[in-house]
């Protein structure tokens, strides 16, 4: 079992609609969590930082399930600029950065 | 954005040949990382550096090496490359490794080994 796992997709969804996905995580001892958002052969980039508490950045909003080790992505109002794909990154106790494969986005008009 | 450049952005090698990637920042930043990024893998570390000549391996560090003689040079060398070194290799950079400390990520070295 991958210590990081994602639905790789790709998930096709119209514009405007809200679309959502998970990431589980392995190790419960995971301290932090993360999702960074890639395009197509770019560099990857920080979308956000996931709270115990959740957290909401305009239309995105990052959730944490500590009991059920997974953490997820929604995406509201989806605009065709989303269309990315979405790295989920774990970080464990030793601050070692565990990353998720990701899971791509395609936005359609 | 920040200041990390990549050199060279692509590469095409024959096998058992050597090839350095050099990673370069401005920012003055204590942690200096090693990517390789595959289709169905995550980004995978391959060596990291936290100061000067400080170095360490990551999770796939065979076949490569690495040196750090300035705070703001990190060199990833492949000794004789193979065709599974074929990859795209990305640097970061972080001012730590705590939480808070956001990690950025160079462009990319696109190799490929033939």
């Not at chain 2, 920042?25 to 090693?34: A, K, P």
């Not at chain 2, 550096?49 to 400080?54: A, Q, T, W």
């Not at chain 2, 492949?78 to 400390?101: D, H, K």
């Amino acid at each position: 079992r991958k210590e990081v796992e994602q639905d790789p997709g790709p998930f096709n969804v119209p514009e405007g609609a809200t679309v959502a996905f998970n990431c589980t995580y392995s190790n419960s001892a995971s301290q932090s969590f993360f999702w960074y958002r890639q395009d197509c052969r770019k560099e990857p980039k920080l979308l956000m930082s996931v709270y115990s508490s959740g957290n909401e950045d305009g239309r995105f909003t990052a959730q944490l399930n500590r009991a059920s080790q997974y953490i997820s992505l929604l995406i509201r109002d989806s605009k065709l600029s989303d269309s990315a794909t979405y790295l989920c990154v774990v970080e464990d106790s030793n601050y070692q950065l565990i990353w998720g494969a990701g899971t791509k986005l395609i936005i359609k008009p | 954005d920040a200041g990390i450049t990549q050199s060279p952005r692509h590469k095409v090698t024959e096998t058992g040949t050597p090839v350095t990637l050099r990673c370069h920042q401005t920012e003055n930043h204590r942690y200096m990382y090693w990517y390789r990024q595959d289709p169905g893998h995550g980004l995978r570390l391959i060596h990291y550096s936290y100061g000067v000549k400080d170095t360490d391996k990551g999770e796939v560090s065979d076949g490569y090496s690495v040196s750090r003689s300035k705070t703001e040079d990190f060199l990833l060398t492949l000794e004789s490359a193979t065709s599974s070194q074929t990859s795209v290799y990305f640097c970061a950079i972080s001012g730590g490794v705590r939480a808070g400390n956001t990690i950025y990520f160079g462009e990319g070295s696109w190799l490929t080994v033939v």
